[in-house]
């Protein structure tokens, strides 16, 4: 029946305050019992649709057999043209007198039939124009190819690919955007825990990283709608949070694992960097050449960092000031450690070659410390991962095999709280995993 969902068999009333969805029985002593069966004890349906009641029970009875044309209802009292949750009793009543009722909840929503026929064909429309779009570009191309060995290319060539200037005007928008947030205090204040992002990834402001993660939420609510427009539904005001929320912080996620993955390649080449640095320094070279030296020799973020270094080096700035900014940046102990090596060098003097050898000694212990520690804790990490993930992975095959098993925790206000539990149960427990398990030197 279209429009119908089967919820669960256990249906809480929200209109009165009890309900008795396993049934009524009013029975003589010694007589049989009559039987309703209900297909669906819970229905919805818009407001504008018509459903065929009767077809969803029958009735029977031993001593009377099939009694489902004895049905009666409460259908005439109920106004299924407004949206709520309506009762509907179905009563049967066999020869003897005996009594058997059962409730069934009906869902009224409102008949979006329209506004979702409108919103799909404006789809199919803008979808249409893409590709005519996309074929006339296509066909601009070819024509280009065909006729260019009979012209003359000018030496200089402003022209700009169809995807770089929707990817410029992208860019555009997010600038103002950004310029627009950067006038609210309470943004910028809030804003500025993603410094760390705008420093590594060349991004232009954190009102402009802000910007972006607005963005991403809206285009996660356009999916979304779209997701609802296929299955003819509408997507309603409040549905639009959810996905909004996940979309907002799902830029988060992203640049939290390239940053974690950009300091542990800095981590990585450290030791390789004091190693070069070491050497240059035993080759008679300056501390400029021996920074330039490890930006020439390694590949990756360390030598952006240590390029950085450099021009600010030849700018006039101090070396105990270059290496504490480049410090700050990427916040990494070896950085940390090294910085404070040459500030005690540089104020106190000594021999740059023996505090380079003992800082590259030091550093090769404690990343074979590290490596060591990570061997011994391998299986209890993979136990950890594994206990996080088995309830994802219930889940996840329980909804595939039935997509109506969970839904009862998100039709029902219980449920829901539930949920909501469930979640901060959740995540207390991953969080405290990691801090006993995480491994602190």
């Not at 990817?167 to 947030?181: C, D, E, Q, V």
């Amino acid at each position: 029946m279209e429009g119908f969902t089967d919820i669960n068999d256990e249906v809480v009333d929200l209109n009165t305050p009890s309900s008795n969805t396993e049934g009524e029985i009013n029975y003589n002593e010694g007589n049989d019992i009559p039987i309703i069966n209900i297909k669906e004890k819970v229905l919805k349906i818009s407001t504008n649709e018509k459903f065929d009641y009767i077809d969803n029970a029958t009735a029977s009875d031993i001593q009377d057999g099939d009694l489902t044309s004895s049905i009666t209802t409460n259908i005439s009292d109920l106004d299924f043209t407004k949206e709520g949750i309506k009762r509907l009793e179905y009563t049967v009543v066999d020869s003897s007198g005996n009594v058997a009722k059962e409730t069934v909840f009906v869902t009224v929503v409102k008949d979006n039939t329209n506004l979702v026929r409108f919103a799909q064909l404006s789809i199919f429309v803008i979808i249409l124009l893409v590709i005519l779009f996309l074929v006339k570009y296509m066909k601009s191309i070819k024509f280009e190819k065909r006729f260019s060995k009979y012209t003359i290319n000018s030496s200089k060539n402003n022209s700009i690919s169809l995807f770089d200037n929707l990817y410029t005007k992208y860019n555009n928008f997010i600038n103002r955007m950004g310029k627009f947030l950067s006038k609210s205090d309470f943004i910028n204040k809030k804003s500025k825990r993603y410094d760390k992002y705008v420093i590594s990834f060349n991004i232009a402001s954190t009102t402009d990283f802000v910007s972006r993660k607005i963005f991403v939420g809206f285009i996660f609510i356009v999916v979304a709608t779209l997701v609802k427009l296929s299955e003819s539904q509408v997507l309603q005001l409040y549905e639009m949070i959810i996905p909004f929320i996940i979309g907002f912080y799902t830029l988060d996620l992203v640049y939290a694992y390239k940053y974690s993955m950009y300091r542990k390649k800095i981590e990585d080449d450290m030791l390789g960097a004091i190693t070069i640095m070491n050497n240059a320094f035993k080759s008679g070279m300056s501390i400029i050449q021996a920074i330039e030296l490890v930006s020439k020799e390694i590949r990756g973020p360390i030598a952006t960092e240590f390029c950085k270094i450099k021009q600010e080096l030849l700018l006039g700035l101090d070396i105990e000031i270059a290496f504490k900014r480049f410090s700050d940046r990427i916040k990494v102990n070896e950085a940390v450690y090294l910085t404070s090596s040459l500030s005690v060098l540089n104020k106190s003097g000594g021999n740059i070659i023996k505090v380079f050898d003992s800082i590259e000694k030091n550093l090769y212990n404690r990343k074979k410390l590290q490596n060591e520690l990570k061997s011994l804790t391998s299986s209890s990490r993979l136990v950890t991962y594994v206990l996080i993930f088995i309830p994802i992975v219930f889940i996840s095959f329980f909804g595939i095999v039935n997509r109506t098993y969970f839904s009862p925790l998100f039709t029902n206000p219980i449920g829901i709280v539930i949920i909501f539990i469930m979640l901060i149960i959740y995540v207390t427990y991953i969080i405290t995993v990691r801090h006993f398990m995480r491994v602190r030197m």
